[in-house]
């Protein structure tokens, strides 16, 4: 099973700061199937990013993705109030989906 | 559009089982794949399995595999997992997710569902 980490835990920034979150894999994942969610208090997860860097229907142009192989990243580049909320990254290989840990994204 | 609706919350015995559906509107049941995600209070998503309608094929993590099942009801559009032999460490939120193929990301979710595993 691939285990994906996330880093940072948490991450505290201010509105109109960058933030880059990072996903790592324990053995190579597919660019195709590698994905990052937001999530909010009592909400279901919301799909940000497929296939490692396209954004999904209505997403904000401020979410990008990039990274290959083991290492991949969610970059918000000028975070907004709404922006504050969990992260997840997610693959799927071996006919397995598994999920990152998550990062919690709060204000400062 | 597209509409997943769970079932209500449901409170369980440890070692009874437990039943969750997730009706689909506004798609063509029949051409996605539906997964179930489950998330313990304060924890992170958890894949556990999932189905194509169509082929009635599935497909359960690894750690479910004897304690779950996966169904689909094409006449209804809706999906069910079924967890059996509860223990309270089964007690989370389940969510239904759509998937526009095997391996694809999961685009539309349900409201998700509180089961609830206690003595």
């Known amino acids: ?7 940072p ?3 505290s920034l201010s509105p109109g700061e960058r933030a880059t979150l990072s996903c790592r894999a324990s053995q190579s994942v597919s660019s195709n199937h590698l994905v990052w969610y937001q999530q909010k208090p009592g909400q279901a997860p919301r799909l940000l ?3 490692a860097s396209s954004r999904a229907t209505g997403i904000p142009d401020r979410f990008s993705g990039s990274g290959s192989g083991t290492d991949f990243t969610l970059t918000i580049s000028r975070l907004e109030p709404e922006d504050f909320a969990v992260y997840y990254c997610q693959q799927y290989g071996s006919s397995q989906y598994t999920f990152g840990q998550g990062t919690k994204l709060e204000i400062k | 559009q597209v509409q997943l609706v769970q079932s209500g919350a449901e409170v369980k015995k ?6 969750v559906s997730c ?4 798609v063509t049941f029949s051409s996605y794949a539906f997964s179930w995600v489950r998330q313990a209070p304060g924890q992170g998503l958890e894949w556990m399995g999932g189905i194509i ?3 009635g094929t599935t497909n359960y993590a690894q750690k479910f595999q004897g304690r779950v099942s996966i169904t689909a009801d094409e006449s209804t559009s809706t999906a069910y997992v079924e967890l059996r032999s509860l223990r309270s460490e089964d007690t989370a939120v389940y969510y239904c997710a759509r998937q526009k193929s095997v ?15 206690s003595s």
Not at chain 1, 1 to 7: F, K, N
Request: aromatic content about 12%; proline content about 7%.
């Open chain 2, 23 to 26: 009706k689909a509107s506004g």
């Open chain 2, 53 to 55: 309608p169509i082929f």
């Open chain 1, 49 to 51: 990013i497929y296939g």
């Open chain 1, 9 to 11: 835990g948490t991450l």
């Open chain 2, 103 to 117: 391996g694809g990301p999961f685009d539309y979710w349900g409201q998700g569902t509180l089961v609830t595993v």
């Open chain 1, 1 to 7: 099973e691939i285990v994906l980490t996330q880093s």
């Open chain 2, 14 to 19: 440890p070692g009874s089982s437990v039943k």
